[in-house]
């Protein structure tokens, strides 16, 4: 049997990046789907790849910093396959980093109403499914909220609160069956190792996208690297892991 057979997995941001490879695992494991981003004819590629693989999928343009729309997605996920399991907050706005003196409030607004804001609504929208579900949440951190990266003042800021989230609401929804993890991830995403691969065979580097190379000794491909241990928070096997950060970044985190 498939690790995710038959359950409702809810991913935003899946026209591209680590949501596009997730959604593509998510759906060779057996979940059924239903993906958003903003961008219809990239989120209809994620889509029909994923029907290939034999997923049922709802595709819904959405802007996640709007709670109306945020509400129709749920509404239409609930509608269309009646039960809602796993909810995967994976989008998020962030611009290129830039020195703290330099950024804006409208910087810091942008990453918050898509990380943090959507995280929280998505959160309270779902809980009622999740419950009765005994669902899962995956929510997304970031090595730079863990570090401190210089000139991610507003991204960093956001993912660390979306992490004390995390943990509170870990502790309080335990009780309903429901838990709730963040990821901290570093992976190269096809999109990344096209641009990677555009430079001069001299320069084709991770470091050239401003990765380190990790303890690990490589930086990891989103698909090969993460998305398997996305489907493990996602699945029945991390029925006693809650409240916690699983920083899959090959060890460039370590402290």
């Known amino acids: 049997m498939k690790a995710l057979e038959s359950k409702v997995a809810l991913i935003t941001g899946c026209s591209g990046g680590i949501g ?11 979940a059924k789907l239903a993906i958003c981003a903003r961008t219809q004819s990239k989120l209809e590629e994620t889509a029909e790849i994923c029907r290939k693989k034999g997923a049922q999928v709802l595709a819904v343009v959405c802007d996640i910093t709007d709670p109306t729309q945020l509400e129709n997605l749920v509404r239409q996920t609930a509608d269309h396959f009646g039960r809602i399991d796993i909810l995967i907050n994976n989008a998020v706005n962030a611009k290129p980093g830039s020195p703290f003196l330099d950024q804006t409030e409208a910087d810091l607004m942008t990453v918050f109403e898509s990380g943090y804001l959507a995280t929280w609504r998505l959160m309270k ?22 570090l401190g990266t210089e000139g991610y003042a507003a991204y960093a800021s956001v993912k ?13 929804w335990g009780k309903d069956g429901i838990n709730i993890n963040c990821i901290s991830p570093t992976a190269i995403t096809p999109k990344m190792q096209a641009i990677i691969d555009s430079f001069p065979e001299a320069q084709r580097k991770p470091e050239t996208l401003g990765f380190k190379v990790p303890a690990i000794g490589r930086i990891g491909t ?20 809650t409240g916690q950060t699983i920083r899959a970044d090959g060890g460039g985190t370590i402290f």
């Open 20 to 30: 596009r490879e997730m959604a593509i695992r998510f759906a060779e494991e057996g």
């Open 125 to 146: 929208l779902c809980y009622p499914y999740l419950k009765e579900a005994h669902g899962k949440i995956i929510n997304f951190a970031s090595p730079a909220g863990l």
């Open 160 to 172: 660390e609160a979306i992490r004390g989230l995390t943990k509170v609401t870990a502790r309080e």
């Open 222 to 241: 989103a698909y090969a690297d993460l998305t398997p241990i996305l489907v493990f928070l996602a699945s029945d096997a991390s029925g006693y892991i």
